[in-house]
């Protein structure tokens, strides 16, 4: 998902303790494939209730949401609203990507192949009607707030950056720069060690902070002109122009000027190339949220958790503390969240 512009841009890693304090608007959908790909058994299986109903993204929200909020970070989450027209294509291959991904699970399941089965179930993932309703319930109970964007997620963040509601968006895309993202922090919600696929080695995953102002300045380009660069890669609205990765865009953007000179010098077109570049500097956003985090109401946890999903009435009490003595256990705490 997103665009592949990544080796292009300046990243600096930090410790979770240097977002602390920090208003962090999440892209809801992001974090929440995040939670279904990785929260998982060896086999691939996602964790689940006894109904069958997939619960890693519920176990994802209180446990990872609640460690944030031990180092002070103040989460906001995000959810997607109506996409652009232009990305149902993107969609339709997603779909169909998920549909094989997760026959070719089944498969590797079936005889016995463990790590290519994970590799598989974690590509299957998605994310349901459902899941996002009980996300959305499990965020109110906890007392985090949420913001539904008119549109693309990612956009409505990138905006509540540069209004300054928020210090950063938590995303492992990169689209947050082409929708103006002053800064983000990527790995956020995943920090620790993962294992190398195919390999016997693990490394360590520390949150990393990108600014796009330093990260123009050092290619020596405008926004307008990232958003082409990417265009060139290949978007969520389009695909990438053929043999054209991230450096070789950057040279033919530099020496060009604009896509749409580039695409004339090579002969090529981009269908919608006005609406999709002007969607990107100009999406659809709206003012109309209210940011506040208050005290989490344990009964309501408990019921959706515990009576709803199976969890450990022990474990689920025991993270509750944890995030009352850091958000709302004492209206002296509670002060410095706002």
Sequence with gaps: MGTDIGDLLLKDAIELAGLSNKVVAIDAYNTLYQFLSIIRQRDGTPLKDSSGQITSHLSGILYRLTSLIEA???PIFVFDGKPPDFKSDTLAKRHEFRENATAKWEDA?????EEEAYKYAQASSKVTREMIDDSVRLLELMGIPYVKAPSEGEAQASYMVQKGDADYIGSQDYDSFLFGAPRVVRNLTITGKRKLPKKNIYVDVKPEVLSLEDSLGELGITRQQLIDIAMCVGTDYNTG???IGPKRALKLVKEHGDIKAVLEELGKEI??????RDFFMNPPVTDDYELKWIKPDRAGVIDL???KHDFSEDRVNKALDRLEANMGGSQSTLDQWF
Excluded at 109 to 113: N, S
Excluded at 271 to 276: N, P, W, Y
Aim: hydrophobic share 35%.
């Design 72 to 74: 002070g970070v103040k």
């Design 109 to 113: 399941k079936a005889q016995g192949l």
């Design 241 to 243: 122009l053929e043999n």
């Design 271 to 276: 269908e919608d190339l006005d609406a999709k």
């Design 305 to 307: 958790l515990c009576k």
